[in-house]
């Protein structure tokens, strides 16, 4: 049996790691992961570990999806076979060569030729074992020889800039080579020669140098043009011991979602943008682009996603969200299935309170359920399940326990609940108050079929999926959190026969305990706070919220005279109130800034130190606390909360520096006083509102792309509409799952996205057309073998032929 983990990279850049699990040959992880990626990469790779017993970590094979494949296992549940890794398989990065072949005649009149090669510079090599100091070896081979040469070693980056030019003479002249077993080399001969440059990281150990990649380039294409300077991706080894079969390792399992939007400058999203805007107004609202999306969209969640985050980002949520529940309380006959569907107006509910929301989950819920996750106390009430030597009563009283003070937690948290949570909470309660005037319970069950079944029970089941915890619990915590979760959502839905709720009769026993009335007071009361329009803002008493923590390394400040400035790691909390770091978790902090002293937040150029996914957070006084965090992903993450929460600071920065103050001079400007005002434009802020950092463009050119995704449903429901306002009789079955009450209305909205969705298809198009033309391959953009570029062009090529 193995224990095993996951980690997921880019390229080779761990960005994310599973747990571990123990004694098993075919582990379930059921993580997810989700992440923006802040830079081009060519593989997403996934690597599975084994730790032996003492802690060592050995790799036992690995999955990697080249960047232009994504789309093909788009949203699938995929197995995926392990394929082998070894040195030679793991190459990432790109050279920037110059070779010259040039005729020399001698005195004799004989023509020989003679080959420069000049090796500029690498980009984006691999680091291994934290560090990368390269060079590179150019070999000129061809059938009867070989002839190598190596530059100087780069110490410390992955970037190195060579310069080093090195000359071979590709064939001689006779006479000058009598004794050797060289004649004149023939043409043929010469056009089997290549030249072959490959990179290696100078180990200090003894096991000689690690393979970085490699380049092969025949001679034969270089006898057209005299200079020959372009950048190509490094590739692999060519291995003789290719007879390894692939399927001994085992496979992996993965749903990946990989969605690349290219984003234009606000304008052109206008008329877009203004029509979904305008949805909250439209009536009937089902004749609104928004709602339009909902309908046409295969699952509601996609449309609900990019249009939350867009009307968030505007201010118009409110609206939009009470006019499509109001439609929706209109077309529900029985109060007691309200809400319950997975409608347009649920899903958008959903999303909110997700991204309004987290805070307050982590207020409430995160202390309660990390104490779960580590004490582990035994909480199976099942009598079938029971493990040897635990005790029934023993268990239950665990788990009300558990129960009595989650409920709690919940229910006094009213005065937390973030106000947008209040508005869409009272606007739900009237409208289903008063579409149902006969029922006295439907105010609260509207409410509560949000706030506990959609928002606490499934935080508390899956704490991970809500960013309470890391990962997902072990299987006896999972089943401890199933049973709260349960519990917690019949006692928020006040049904009114409560243990008839459970198939199971030891739940049903279990809930006995909870059938008393002061539950369902404290229910309602709850209800009645975060659904009240009058309900103030308590929010100055608030505690601190945390917003991110975790290990990073950090550099010395100098805050003593003499001392030095060295690297050392320190675990960091950022709360909306100030930022500090401490030895380890749990202690007592060895320095703490106050939001209010932080004046930008930005990245660090590589050369200060050598040393990668570095940023500075600077302060008033020019000091700066440099910072490495462990990946691009952190530290982009890090950078941008960072950012955030500084947004409102009176003495925010215009301007900084990108590098560091070494050796009496800043890096960057050259200027040799540490006061001298950054020499660089700080980077825009975001807004400085719980609308998070949201793109609205993005947001747009997302939605853009749903609909011209689903665009046969668009036409199809214009088909509708006009068969709706023809015919006002029974609807063709195909016609009959759109939603249309008013066809004209719904058609003129129709006509209107699907101009607009046209307008921005031939943008794209011709954007693309425009980049086509000016892009060089070979440049750095687009190095020679990149898969992506050639796709590219085949697609190119076939759509018009002619352009090209």
């Not at 494949?69 to 190459?91: C, G, I, M, P």
Request: aromatic residues 10%; glycine residues 4%.
């Amino acid at each position: 049996m193995r224990d095993c983990y996951c980690t997921v990279n880019l390229d080779q850049e761990e960005v994310f790691r599973t747990k571990i699990v123990e004694k098993s040959l075919c582990p379930f992880y059921g993580e997810d992961f989700y992440c923006e990626i802040p830079r081009t990469f060519r593989h997403l790779s996934f690597y599975i570990f084994d730790r032996d017993v003492f802690r060592r970590d050995s790799i036992i094979g690995k999955v990697a999806i080249q960047k232009e494949d994504l789309q093909k296992y788009h949203n699938r549940d995929t197995w995926f076979q392990l394929q082998h890794v070894d040195a030679d398989s793991e190459v990432q990065g790109k050279v920037h060569l110059e070779l010259r072949l040039s005729e020399v005649i001698t005195d004799t009149g004989v023509v020989c030729h003679k080959l420069a090669t000049r090796v500029l510079e690498c980009q984006g090599l691999p680091i291994v074992n934290g560090q990368c100091d390269p060079y590179a070896t150019v070999t000129l081979a061809g059938p009867s020889r070989s002839e190598a040469k190596k530059t100087k070693v780069k110490k410390k980056t992955n970037n190195p800039h060579f310069d080093e030019v090195f000359y071979f003479e590709v064939t001689r002249p006779s006479s000058y080579n009598k004794k050797s077993q060289f004649d004149i080399e023939d043409v043929d001969e010469v056009d089997k020669m290549e030249i072959r440059v490959d990179l290696w990281n100078a180990s200090n150990l003894k096991f000689g140098d690690e393979f970085l990649g490699e380049l092969r380039l025949p001679l034969k294409f270089l006898r057209q043009s005299s200079s020959y300077e372009a950048w190509y991706f490094l590739q692999p080894r060519d291995n003789g011991n290719k007879s390894l079969k692939p399927d001994d390792l085992g496979s992996l399992r993965l749903n990946v979602v990989y969605t690349e939007d290219h984003v234009f400058s606000s304008d052109y999203y206008s008329p877009l943008r203004d029509l979904l805007l305008k949805s909250a107004d439209v009536e009937p609202v089902s004749a609104s682009a928004a709602h339009i999306l909902g309908e046409v969209c295969r699952e509601k969640q996609e449309a609900a996603i990019p249009l939350v985050r867009l009307f968030l980002h505007y201010g118009r949520i409110m609206p939009f969200i009470s006019a499509i529940a109001s439609a929706e309380v209109k077309r529900t006959q029985d109060p007691n299935t309200i809400f319950r569907g997975n409608s347009l107006t649920s899903k958008c509910i959903d999303e909110t309170m997700k991204l309004a929301g987290m805070h307050y989950l982590q207020v409430t819920l995160k202390p309660i359920i990390d104490e779960i996750c580590q004490v582990h106390k035994p909480c199976e009430i099942d009598p079938v399940k029971l493990k040897d030597g635990e005790n029934l009563e023993n268990n239950r009283e665990n788990l009300r326990q558990y129960v009595d003070r989650i409920f709690t937690v919940i229910t006094k948290s009213g005065v937390s609940c973030p106000t947008v949570m209040c508005d869409i909470f009272f606007s739900l309660r009237e409208s289903a108050a008063k579409r149902f005037q006969g029922d006295p319970d439907v105010r609260y069950t509207a409410v509560s079929s949000f706030i506990f079944l959609r928002f606490f029970a499934p935080a508390i089941l899956s704490p991970n999926l809500f960013q309470l915890t890391p990962h997902h619990p072990d299987p006896q915590t999972s089943r401890t959190l199933t049973l709260i979760s349960k519990t917690i959502q019949t006692l928020g839905s006040l049904s009114k026969s409560k243990s008839a709720n459970f198939k199971e009769s030891y739940m049903a026993t279990f809930y006995d305990y909870f059938n008393e009335q002061k539950y369902a007071d404290a229910v309602k009361n709850f209800l009645d706070l975060i659904s009240s329009s009058g309900r103030r803002d308590h929010k100055s008493i608030e505690q601190p919220i945390l917003l991110k923590e975790g290990f990073m390394i950090k550099r010395a400040q100098g805050r003593k005279r003499f001392g030095m400035k060295n690297f050392k790691k320190r675990w960091f909390r950022l709360t909306n109130h100030e930022f500090t770091y401490q030895k380890s978790k749990g202690d007592h902090p060895l320095c703490s800034i106050p939001i209010e002293n932080i004046l930008a937040v930005e990245r660090l150029e590589e050369e200060s130190f050598k040393m990668k996914n570095m940023f500075q957070v600077i302060q008033p006084e020019r000091r700066v606390l440099y910072i490495q965090a462990n990946n691009c992903v952190e530290a982009k993450d890090w950078i941008d909360i960072l950012t955030k929460v500084s947004q409102c600071n009176k003495k925010r920065l215009t301007v900084y520096h990108p590098s560091a103050y070494l050796n009496g001079h800043w890096l960057c400007c050259k200027a040799t006083a540490d006061n001298t005002p950054g020499c660089t434009p700080c980077t825009g802020g975001l807004p400085a509102n719980i609308q998070l950092d949201i793109d609205g463009d993005r947001e747009t050119e997302r939605i853009y792309s749903l609909f011209n995704l689903y665009m046969p449903k668009l036409e199809k429901m214009q088909e509708a509409c006009g068969s709706k306002s023809v015919y006002d009789g029974p609807e063709e079955e195909e016609y009959s799952t759109f939603i249309i009450d008013d066809p004209k209305e719904t058609y003129k909205t129709l006509k209107l996205i699907i101009e607009g969705v046209g307008t921005l298809e031939q943008e794209h198009a011709q954007y693309k057309r425009d980049k086509f033309k000016k892009t060089k391959y070979g440049s750095q953009e687009h190095p020679i073998g990149d898969k992506s570029f050639q796709t590219y062009i085949r697609q190119q090529s076939e759509i018009s032929a002619h352009s090209i």
